[in-house]
């Protein structure tokens, strides 16, 4: 059963859609599983000014994704890193256990974006993928 907070988000999600010339793009998800989500970031003076996304999958990833979107909207860089899965099935008033995973994309998704725009900048340096095909596919099965 889905919290109210859950429902509105999944029905009237917030920030959808793609931001053209992102500062940051993160991308996670496992087609197997059918949950895919790009973030899209606009940076200015080091906050957020702008926060997109595009989700393919149930509607606790669609819940998630705008939660995850108005949470990162004009926080800084440091900030943003503090929203963890835990927090995200917070501000959503919980999800079921077997949606979980939902919240780890979302928060994941979005350091990406964090990431890539670092690395575009000049900041970090590029890293590996952080999550292997195989611990994405272990997330799957624990549904």
């Known amino acids: 059963m889905y919290s109210d907070k859950v429902m509105d988000h999944f029905m009237n999600p917030r920030n959808v859609g793609e931001i053209k010339d992102a500062d940051g793009i993160g991308e996670v998800g496992n087609p197997v599983c059918g949950d895919m ?38 926080k800084t860089l440091e900030e943003v890193r503090k929203i963890t899965p835990d927090l995200v099935a917070k501000e959503l008033e919980g999800l079921p256990k077997n949606k979980y995973h939902c919240s780890n994309l979302g928060a994941q998704a979005l350091n990406k974006a964090v990431d890539d725009y670092l690395v575009k900048q000049g900041k970090a340096p590029k890293t590996e993928e952080r999550r292997t095909e195989d611990e994405e596919e272990k997330t799957c099965n624990e549904e």
């Open 37 to 74: 989500m790009t973030f899209y970031i606009r940076v200015k003076d080091n906050r957020l000014a702008d926060v997109k996304f595009k989700t393919f999958g149930c509607g606790a990833a669609i819940a998630v994704s705008s939660m995850v979107s108005e949470m990162a909207m004009g």
